[in-house]
């Protein structure tokens, strides 16, 4: 079973960034399409970005033009730039394979953007 970390996260003021991390174990990682999600208080788990083993990227529309995803399969690794950061971008970002059955869910982390 592989086993996500994620790090990064924090308290930003609007219009900052933030790097977000996602250390994965296995090797099975460069297949995968992976991908960042979300989930806000009160709102349901959501995708924001993924990123497939080859670099083909897609984003959410509330995501394009200020968030950028990426890997490093040699380091099991994927990451979530984000840019411009508002208000409403404040939850826990967890990663995750796209596909479904998913692996289990890492802890997530917090990133609040408040003033």
């Known amino acids: 079973q592989v086993q996500l970390v994620e790090s990064g996260g924090g308290l930003v003021q609007p219009g900052g960034s933030l790097r977000r991390s996602c250390a994965a174990s296995?090797?099975?990682?460069?297949?995968?399409?992976m991908a960042w999600y979300r989930q806000a208080p009160g709102k349901q788990r959501e995708l924001v970005a993924s990123i497939s083993g080859s670099g083909t990227t897609n984003y959410v529309d509330s995501a394009k033009g200020r968030f950028a995803i990426s890997r490093d399969n040699a380091k099991t690794t994927v990451y979530l730039q984000m840019n411009s950061l508002k208000p409403e971008d404040t939850a826990v970002y967890y990663c995750?394979?796209?596909?479904?059955?998913?692996?289990?869910w890492g802890q997530g982390t917090q990133v609040t953007v408040s003033s």
């Open positions: 296995g090797s099975i990682f460069r297949f995968a399409t």
């Open positions: 995750n394979k796209l596909s479904r059955p998913q692996w289990s």
